[in-house]
């Protein structure tokens, strides 16, 4: 059976083996040498056999066992500044062009017929166009009588041919009216795009007259016509023109 003693110096249970007794061995504790004492003197205990397999205790003479601290739990590491903990400095971006400030755009002129223009003269501009365009219809209906007299006269003239001056001059002459008309028709148009005026002008004047518009012999359209030469005539109506942009009414 072993033998159960206590250490002299630090009162720790030592045991050893039987028949050690008068010998001397070492405390694990304080490391003293002590004698074991005869069997009088000691307390023989049974010590179970320790397990095959036991788990060996490892010593830690560093210390560091157990230990949870982490490095990052520095309270100097966890509040340091952004600016001090981050090792790249901080990089100012680069100074680029300066920018150009767009220089003011010079301001458009007025076109004709929009919405800058007083409404008197829009409601002028609408009334010229509606008038131009029906005189254009009246100009086209005796446009294309004319025309069909005039094809009628020459194939008269190829069926009998003469040499009658007076029948050749009637012959000249619807052929002379047939592109006055033809004028008078384009030149309108000018007045209800206004576009030219000087030629809008002339074609509202030969509207008047009879032998360039035979419906000027009626009484409606000569009042028309009228009306759009007047409305034609004042300032701020030919400064919408396209062609009287420098045009400044008085």
């Known amino acids: ?18 028949g050690s007794e008068g010998k001397k061995t070492r405390c694990p504790e304080c490391y003293s040498i002590v004698r074991v004492p005869f069997s009088g003197n000691a307390t023989l205990l049974s010590v179970p056999d320790e397990p095959k397999f036991a788990t060996p205790v490892v010593e830690d003479p560093l210390g560091i066992t157990g ?112 592109f006055v008309q033809l004028g008078t028709v384009i030149a309108l148009n000018e007045a209800r795009i206004r576009r030219n005026y000087t030629t809008a002008r002339t074609g509202m004047i030969l509207a008047i007259l009879p032998f360039s518009n035979p419906a000027a012999c009626l009484l409606l359209p000569l009042a028309l016509t009228i009306w759009g030469l007047a409305i034609l005539l004042k300032r701020d109506v030919r400064a919408a023109f396209k062609s009287e942009q420098g045009y400044t009414p008085d």
Do not use: Y
């Open 67 to 178: 230990k949870t601290e982490s490095r990052w739990d520095n309270p100097e590491s966890v509040h340091a500044s952004p600016a001090t903990s981050s090792p790249i400095p901080p990089v100012s971006p680069a100074p680029g062009p300066a920018a150009k400030t767009p220089s003011p755009s010079p301001p458009s002129p007025s076109l004709p017929g929009d919405a800058s223009q007083p409404q008197t003269t829009l409601k002028r501009l609408a009334t010229l166009k509606v008038l131009a365009t029906v005189l254009m219809a009246f100009g086209v209906i005796a446009l294309v009588v004319t025309l069909l007299f005039a094809v009628v006269r020459i194939l008269a003239l190829v069926d009998q041919p003469t040499n009658d001056l007076v029948v050749l001059g009637k012959m000249a002459g619807i052929v002379v009216l047939f």
């Open 1 to 18: 059976m072993p033998i159960s003693f206590h250490c002299e110096t630090c009162r720790r249970s030592i045991c050893v083996p039987d």
